[in-house]
């Protein structure tokens, strides 16, 4: 039987359990009194009347049996319950999921599924601040809400089933400092089977690779078939590396997909079959600086905060994370930090039109302190969860282990050393690093660098008034100059420091004029693209409450901030654009400071006043740097516009005196 994957997304009904007596009066086997329906995602924080509610609330779903259900495993995969969840199935407990609310987690369902009646499943959330989690307390700043805020999935597999598989897909480049897109590769991959999925050994595996075209669908002729392996017994069996002749990397701005698609079999045939799509890439340091498939990168970005457009909360549906990671992207952003874990859909999305993600254990600030082995058991469970449900995603480069803690304390940084070994042991091809705000005060002795880059907030002049970004980044290089240098935050946040967006632009643009004298500084990600919804917050109540940091508002509208990092982080440069008599001359140039990394597929259009396209041309592949000169004579034209290959907005210019001699450079 194959497997089926079922969505539980509507038809839900829900109640709030104001006075904490659902397990007392068995809710998870009465059923819920007085509940109203809903579907998913849901949370209560942005409903009237319980924008600030922080407690208990329930959830039943009631569906009806089906005949292909018989005798098999029944799992729940829950992409996001915010925060400490109980789960029932017919009355019996089926499992918790505590102290961690943005990672996805898989629940096994007893076997006590009802034949030709009504099933229930209930699940009882609660969102309290506690210790017992990370972030802990009310040490974190961005929107706690609570419910069931992204998809519950049904998973409905034979009992010899696949779990969960790591591919390992390592291009092979040497000796190069150019961008490299086409290659030999190294594939494996390391297959976790399900517990207890030993009834019908021996099992057979088999696997294909395919190549996934730029529409979705798998190519027809796929690039590698393998032969039969046979699993004798335990739970993990890796896939002997192959070698593969030729294979297209994957680049953000170049995001070529394969498929691996596995069949599982016993002496009766096909038992289970599963799939996931990777890419090859490859990021790494060296030298001090990042390299990526081959080539030496300085990259630019901004991050996005999640769950702060109040209509949604956390429970945004994906249409508009769709919406917001384009504009997100149409910023020039190609690197950019969530510092909680985000849907599977999210980094779907980048995936598939590429941006580079260090996704983050919500672990942040200084206190509580001292941190210790409880701390440690919750970084180590959220890291298993992240690698297990991330790990084949080719847009996450980086695993991030905490935020703004005090780094400069000594057991902050043997905590970071050794967490960082243990997401080595999970995942060795990925980069793991801490992010500082204490780096200014002892760079050297400070837990940042104890990542495989160093990464620090840079609130130099604003928070840290006394402090100035040129001197003590001069500072940090004097002392440690191995590994690259990310500023993981900087920006203007409202109103604790005035002067509002014009501030804001200016600041961005002093910021950008430092961090570029420094070849050191191998990424930087601006703070952030949206105001944002945080209990925090020092602006608004309830829903509402905010910080106004971003270059657009909460439901995402542009402020003049917003084309400034645009422009700032393009990386192509709008020369000149002089038009004499309709005769028009543009030179474009390859940015070569930050950001600086090679481009490829561009192109050019000349839009007309109704913002009609008139003409494209095609940019030839320039090296950071490098320049390319058009002539143009034709219809009249209004302003030039560039695009990455995958259809991204880079940066637009207004033609100024066009069809009249003019030395205005634009």
């Not at 050393?417 to 005060?441: G, I, Q």
């Amino acid at each position: 039987m194959e497997r089926q994957t079922i969505a539980l997304n509507h038809r839900w009904r829900f109640a709030l359990d104001r006075e904490n007596t659902g397990i007392r009066d068995t809710w998870f086997r009465q059923g819920i009194p007085r509940y109203r329906e809903l579907q998913l995602p849901h949370t209560w924080n942005v409903e009237s009347g319980t924008e600030t509610y922080r407690g208990a609330a329930w959830y039943e779903y009631h569906f009806d049996y089906d005949e292909s259900f018989a005798g098999k495993r029944l799992r729940l995969q829950c992409n996001g319950v915010y925060r400490d969840a109980d789960f029932w199935f017919n009355g019996e407990n089926a499992g918790r999921h505590y102290g961690s609310g943005f990672t996805t987690f898989v629940i096994d369902l007893p076997n006590n599924i009802r034949a030709g009646k009504t099933n229930i499943l209930t699940v009882r959330v609660q969102n309290p601040y506690t210790d017992d989690a990370l972030p802990r307390d009310r040490s974190f700043d961005w929107a706690d809400d609570g419910g069931i805020f992204r998809d519950i999935t049904l998973i409905v597999t034979n009992t010899d089933a696949v779990d969960y598989v790591q591919v390992f897909a390592e291009p092979e480049i040497t000796g190069t400092d150019k961008r490299v897109n086409e290659t030999g590769g190294v594939f494996s991959a390391t297959v976790h089977l399900c517990d207890n999925a030993a009834v019908s050994r021996p099992l057979d595996l088999q696997y294909e690779i395919c190549r996934i075209a730029e529409n979705g669908a798998d190519n027809a002729e796929c690039v590698y078939t393998s032969g039969k392996y046979c699993i004798t017994e335990g739970k993990e069996y890796h896939l002997p590396a192959v070698q593969l002749k030729m294979i297209n990397l994957w680049h953000f701005d170049r995001p070529c997909l394969y498929r691996f698609k596995l069949s599982l079999s016993n002496a009766g045939g096909i038992i289970d079959e599963y799939s996931v799509s990777f890419g090859f890439r490859k990021f790494e340091v060296k030298g001090g600086k990042f390299f990526f498939n081959g080539e030496a990168v300085r990259l630019t970005g901004t991050e996005w905060m999640p769950g702060s457009n109040p209509a949604y909360g956390n429970a945004e549906p994906k249409e508009y994370i769709r919406r917001i990671l384009t504009q997100l992207k149409e910023t020039n952003c190609v690197f950019t930090r969530f510092h909680w874990q985000q849907d599977e859909a999210l980094y779907d999305w980048c995936d598939k039109h590429g941006m580079l993600v260090q996704e983050e254990i919500p672990h942040w600030g200084p206190s509580p302190l001292p941190i210790g082995a409880a701390e440690m058991e919750m970084s180590r469970s959220q890291a298993e969860e992240m690698v297990r449900s991330h790990c084949n995603h080719p847009s996450i480069i980086s695993w991030g282990m905490a935020n703004e803690l005090n780094g400069q304390a000594a057991e902050t940084v043997q905590f970071m050393r050794e967490l960082k070994a243990y997401f080595k042991e999970l995942d060795p091809t990925r980069l793991v690093s801490y992010v500082s705000h204490t780096m200014w005060d002892g760079p050297a002795k400070d837990a940042a660098t104890t990542g495989d880059m160093m990464m620090v907030n840079d609130y130099c002049g604003q928070w840290l008034a006394d402090k100035d970004s040129e001197t003590e980044i001069k500072k940090i290089f004097a002392e440690v100059s191995d590994k690259p240098l990310v500023i993981s935050e900087f920006g203007l946040c409202e109103p604790r420091v005035p002067g509002g967006d014009k501030r804001r632009t200016s600041d961005f643009i002093h910021k950008m004029n430092v961090y570029r004298q420094f070849p050191g500084i191998g990424g930087i990600i601006n703070f952030c693209l949206n105001d944002y919804r945080t209990q925090m917050g020092e602006e608004g109540e309830g829903m509402l409450r905010r910080r106004v940091h971003g270059s657009t508002d909460m439901f995402g509208e542009p402020k003049p901030s917003y084309y400034t990092v645009q422009e700032y982080c393009a990386p192509v440069r709008i020369l000149k654009a002089l038009c004499c008599n309709g005769a028009c001359i543009i030179e474009l140039q390859c940015a070569g400071e930050l950001p600086s990394y090679s481009i490829e597929g561009y192109y050019l259009e000349y839009k007309g006043a109704d913002n009609r396209v008139i003409q494209r041309e095609k940019i030839p592949v320039l090296s950071p740097g490098g320049t390319v000169r058009f002539e143009y004579t034709g219809e009249h034209i209004k302003k030039v516009c560039v695009y990455r290959p995958t259809g991204f907005s880079v940066i637009e210019k207004g033609i100024i005196g066009s069809n009249k001699c003019s030395t205005e450079s634009i």
